[in-house]
């Protein structure tokens, strides 16, 4: 498995962005557009929270190990393999977050004198940052659990690019 690209999400956000916003306005001409529900920004929040400790928690664990500590506990290997899962599920996820909150805010900030609008707006403006923060989290988890190069590889010219 490839290392996610943040320009990769970038791209995806900005693209997502795009059709969000073309879609609230297609949406918006033909009646009333979907309202943000108020648990988006708390349940991605939640989430980069669960990546980060995460994170945090197998970082200590490999680096207990890496230096032969007595009492390290190993990571067992299917426990990373479903967390390097979690972690690019959930920057792409993220990345989409963003780009279509995003998009929707962007839209909205045109309405931003309508009271209703205004609420929405924000909370878009809240999902967008929790978006941030769980892609944010989910490469600071995959970059923990990136496997080092081994030396051999490179002597023997082996490239698994």
Do not use: H
Not at 12 to 28: R, S
Not at 85 to 90: E, H, L, N, P, S
């Amino acid at each position: 498995m490839k290392p996610t690209r943040p320009l990769f999400l970038l791209a995806l956000a900005l693209g997502a962005g795009g059709i969000a916003y073309a879609g609230i306005d297609l949406w918006d001409s033909r009646g009333t557009p979907p309202v943000v529900p108020i648990l988006a920004p708390i349940v991605l929040l939640c989430l980069a929270a669960i990546a980060l400790a995460t994170a945090l928690s197998l970082r200590s664990r490999l680096k207990a190990q890496r230096e032969r500590r007595p009492n390290a506990r190993p990571v067992d290997p299917l426990v990373a393999a479903r967390a390097v899962v979690f972690a690019k599920a959930g920057s792409l996820v993220g990345a989409l977050v963003v780009g279509l909150y995003g998009g929707y805010a962007l839209y909205l900030t045109g309405f931003l004198e309508v009271t209703e609008r205004s609420a929405q707006a924000q909370r878009c403006a809240f999902a967008v940052g929790a978006g941030v923060l769980l892609v944010g989290g989910c490469l600071f988890l995959e970059r923990i659990l990136r496997i080092p190069e081994d030396p051999e590889d490179k002597k023997a010219g082996r490239s698994d690019a």
